[in-house]
């Protein structure tokens, strides 16, 4: 799976959006660009994936560029429950493995 | 979704002992995987957990150091042995959603401390 870079911290406005950077410059056509989160003392939780389309729930927006090198997560307005470590994720793997990289820790501000 | 929950939550151990943690889905699941987290780190992954078939090791993780069961579509255990206080972690678990592996749920975690 590819390597993923992310800058290891961010402060963000609440009401604010948020968006997060990744980078993935030797991502392969297969590998999916996930991302999770983790709040203080609980386990990560999904927030979106995509492949070459840009994605949008009810969590989040993910922006691939057309290479595919890098993508940016948007928390659209940003809350103090979204206070976490982010995670951006390429993989290839079918069955849902997971390879964590360092993650990026957002810190929203009133 | 999924629900998983995960026993004990937390525990303190003496070293040289061994320490099985239960993670339980709601539902029923090929694959389940187990993942340590050391105090302030990222989650790294130790193994999966195939139903019906012995455990698959991630590169730095062994058998011997860390059983794996798996006995049914809903359960796995892992065992930590013969811990050492550099076993200090919080250990999780984690499976799919129903009808995707493209989103993954995780338990609560366990947090072990080893004195």
């Known amino acids: 799976d590819a390597k993923t870079t992310q800058p290891p911290s961010m402060d963000c406005a609440e009401g604010r959006a948020a968006n997060l950077p990744c980078n993935h410059s030797t991502i392969s056509g297969n590998e999916y660009v996930y991302w999770y989160r983790q709040i203080h003392s609980q386990g990560p939780q999904y927030i979106i994936h995509g492949l070459k389309n840009n994605e949008t729930n009810e969590m989040a927006s993910l922006i691939i560029t057309e290479d595919r090198k890098s993508s940016t997560l948007i928390l659209p307005h940003a809350t103090l429950r979204d206070t976490a470590v982010y995670y951006c994720i390429a993989s290839t793997d079918s069955w849902g493995k997971l390879q964590f990289g360092a993650g990026t820790q957002v810190v929203v501000t009133p | 979704s999924a629900v998983i929950s995960q026993k004990p939550s937390r525990d303190i151990c003496q070293r040289g002992t061994s320490l099985t943690i239960q993670c339980q889905v709601d539902?029923?699941?090929?694959?389940m995987f187990w993942y340590r987290q050391q105090p302030g780190q990222s989650l790294t992954l130790i193994a999966t957990?195939?139903?019906?078939?012995?455990?698959?090791?991630e590169s730095g993780f062994v058998i011997d150091k860390f059983p794996i069961s798996r006995p049914n579509l809903t359960f796995s255990t892992l065992t930590v042995s013969n811990m050492s206080p550099e076993d200090s972690s919080i250990y999780l678990c984690s499976a799919p959603g129903l009808g995707s592996y493209n989103e993954q749920f995780f338990g609560p975690g366990t947090r072990l401390t080893v004195l």
């Open positions: 957990a195939n139903q019906g078939s012995e455990a698959t090791y």
């Open positions: 539902s029923q699941v090929t694959m």
